[in-house]
């Protein structure tokens, strides 16, 4: 079936889009779902490409793989576990079952102990040695980072709690940059590490317990942990009542649902993070029951696949119009290519097409004047994934938001029709003639027929935040399933884990380099000689 889909793929690199256009494709390549519409339409994707597609759906067994991930069947299969984060968000669902038990009282009743520390911690009851909190700061890495700082980022007109930074880089200079500011006797350190064993996180967590051991009697007491690691939590002085626990079938890049959202739900307070839970279980209830082609997960997941394994482009672009997704890009790049970036199937076997492309991106209009050059003439095609609220939060700024739109629009519109030569001739007609029209002209091509989809959304509350967030969660899964792969561990995270540890005296002076390849050893000496 995948080389179907290449040949399918090559067929349609001489198609034009433009021309396959029209106002049935436009409301038939499109999907509604919890308030939103996906376009796919400015794609080359014809009826046939997406019957394909669709079979791919059925041969994988994606109905049957979906309903054992939400069963809490032990998808994960390299590390024995479920695939449960969608039970985080459950608020209106009924029982989910591990090994015959519920884990749902468990959930809720840890929420309801967050809400309860967040009320405490937002309304001054939970005190610093200095007075009320002023100051959260959350550390962690990875999926223990990244969800949470790109929410509470998005979510910036819903903060009324203190103020929540982020420190993730075990390069001091994030810490020290984060903390000077700061007065320890009114902050709250939240350590976040699924395992609590992390290195960076770990050497983070102690420096900010040094610091705040400088003024403050009884540091231990402005910390809380999030972590499946009781145990470790414990032996960092952290009081049991501040730790909040979670179960190792959420996987850390799909943990923000959780206790990793504490400092979300610090920041926004318990009504705004459950309306947060409840988009992205309205996303839940639709990727359960829509049909395929009325899926939205299964239709964004499809559109990747066609543009990646079908028509071979290798990167895709994330391009939000809305500044406060800023980022999503790089929350949605631990996703998607920590889940997806895998080289063999769920048996062990060579996968037989590229595994996720590479993802990246940045808000817009600053991409626009940044690297839209390449995407709009380069030699490459990237396929842009572009998203727009209908309405933004400055309402004395409307004129602003249309701007913002229209670029948005304008830019999927450029990339889809281009420029021909006669009319970028038109434009410079009165300037050159003769050959020297011919030459500037060419340089005013664009060749256009470049696809994009566009995700459009009412506004970011939220409710929309969580249904976006579970939107791509849910296409990770889908194309995971069609690759045939294990969306769910990180294998290739670890040699480079290791090897970093056993370079670290070695960069101290403490072993020697010798067993070092000629590079790495060369490299060392010449860190050392500059102060390393
Ligand atoms: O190294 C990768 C990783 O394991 C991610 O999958 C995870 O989100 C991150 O590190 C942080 O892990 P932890 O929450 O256990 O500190």
């Not at 009697?217 to 999030?226: I, M």
Request: net charge negative; hydrophobic share 40%; glycine share 10%.
């Amino acid at each position: 079936m995948w080389s179907t889909l290449a040949q399918k793929g090559q067929a349609a690199a001489g198609r034009s889009i433009p021309e396959l256009m029209s106002a049935e494709r436009a409301d038939g390549y499109a999907v509604e779902a919890c308030g939103m519409r996906f376009d796919y339409s400015k794609t080359a994707m014809t009826d046939a490409d997406r019957d394909h597609l669709l079979a791919m759906c059925d041969a994988a067994g994606l109905s049957e793989k979906r309903r054992a991930m939400f069963e809490g069947r032990a998808i994960n299969e390299t590390e024995g576990r479920a695939v449960l984060h969608t039970a985080l968000r459950n608020l209106s669902g009924g029982a989910v079952m591990i090994d015959e038990q519920d884990v749902m009282p468990r959930v809720l009743g840890t929420l309801a102990r967050m809400e309860g520390f967040a009320r405490a911690v937002r309304e001054g009851n939970f005190r610093g040695q200095g007075g009320a909190i002023t100051d959260v700061v959350n550390i962690g890495i990875g999926g223990s980072d990244l969800g949470p700082a790109m929410a509470t980022l998005a979510l910036a007109p819903y903060h009324d709690g203190p103020r929540c930074h982020f420190v993730s880089n075990v390069d001091g200079a994030h810490i020290a940059d984060i903390l000077g500011p700061l007065n320890p006797e009114t902050t709250l350190i939240i350590v976040a590490s699924k395992t609590f064993t992390t290195i960076e996180t770990m050497t983070n967590a102690a420096t900010a317990k040094a610091w705040m051991a400088e003024r403050v009697r009884d540091p231990a007491a402005q910390f809380a942990a999030l972590s499946t690691a009781q145990d470790k939590t414990a032996a960092f002085g952290i009081s049991e009542t501040r730790v909040f626990g979670f179960a190792d079938w959420v996987g850390g890049r799909y943990s923000m649902w959780g206790p990793i959202g504490l400092s979300l739900l610090i920041a926004i307070g318990p009504e705004a993070f459950r309306a947060f839970l409840r988009g992205a279980e309205s996303m839940d209830i639709h990727f359960k029951s829509a049909n395929p082609l009325e899926n939205m997960p299964v239709m964004l997941a499809l559109t990747g696949l066609w543009h990646n394994q079908g028509c071979g482009h290798a990167t895709r672009a994330v391009l939000p119009y809305e500044q406060r997704l800023n980022r999503l890009p790089a929350y949605l790049q631990q996703l998607e290519m920590e889940s997806n970036g895998k080289r063999v199937s769920m048996d062990g076997a060579d996968l037989p097409v590229d595994s996720g492309p590479v993802v990246w991106g940045e808000p817009g209009t600053n991409g626009q004047h940044a690297f839209y050059q390449l995407i709009h003439q380069g030699t490459r095609i990237i396929p842009c994934e572009f998203m727009v609220g209908a309405e933004g939060f400055e309402h004395e700024l409307p004129h602003q938001h249309r701007l913002l739109i229209a670029n948005c629009l304008a830019q999927a519109e450029a990339l889809m029709k281009g420029r021909s030569l006669d009319e970028a001739k038109a434009l410079i007609k009165d300037k050159f003639s003769g050959d020297e029209l011919e030459r500037q002209a060419r340089h005013r091509v664009f060749p256009g027929n470049r696809p994009s989809t566009m995700l459009v959304y009412p506004k970011l509350t939220p409710e929309v935040l969580g249904a976006i967030v579970a939107l791509y969660e849910h296409r990770v899964f889908v194309e995971g399933v069609l690759l045939g792969i294990n969306s769910f561990d990180q294998w290739g995270v670890e040699l480079g884990k290791e090897l970093a540890k056993a370079l670290e005296p070695v960069v101290a002076g403490e072993t020697s380099a010798d067993d070092k390849d000629a590079s790495t050893a060369s490299l060392v000496g010449w860190l050392q000689r500059h102060g390393a």
